[in-house]
């Protein structure tokens, strides 16, 4: 698969992603292939990159099913993601549906902590994208 990531959204990916402990750590290289993936009772699934997403900030892959549609929620830390496969919409929770903007391959976005809103699968087939959280996993659903 050949994926092109704009120039904006790999600024982004920068400013969120931690900088080595010393210059003399080992590369991580994880093929896509070999990733370490596992689900949840609703069925996105999580490969993790880097650190524990239920302990500190970290970075993982995750696949949501077509036609996934998630409750309303919130989460505590910013998420940052870029658009591997798939096209997903993020909108926030109070906002026309209608307005989302359809993000696919090589798209960056980034939803505030604290910002109640809803994130789609839209396509017809399994969406996957790379995301990185400043601090832990959480999902805190809220009321309509």
């Known amino acids: 698969m050949s994926i092109q990531i704009p120039t904006r959204a790999l600024a982004a990916l920068a400013l969120c992603t931690a900088a080595p402990a010393h210059a003399t750590d080992p590369i991580t290289a994880l093929p896509f292939e070999t990733l370490d993936w596992s689900g949840t009772p609703e069925g996105v699934a999580f490969a993790p990159l880097l650190g524990d997403r239920f302990a500190e900030p970290y970075m993982a892959m ?17 998420m940052f993601g870029i658009m591997l496969q798939g096209t997903m919409t993020h909108v926030a929770a109070n906002a026309d549906p209608s307005a989302a903007v359809a993000l696919s391959q090589g798209a960056f976005y980034m939803v505030p902590a604290g910002l109640a809103h ?12 790379f995301l990185s959280q400043d601090g832990t996993f959480d999902f805190l659903p809220v009321s309509p």
């Open 118 to 129: 809803v994130s789609s699968c839209i396509s017809d087939s399994a969406c996957v994208t």
């Open 62 to 78: 995750v696949r949501l099913p077509a036609g996934t549609v998630s409750p309303a929620h919130v989460k505590s830390a910013n």
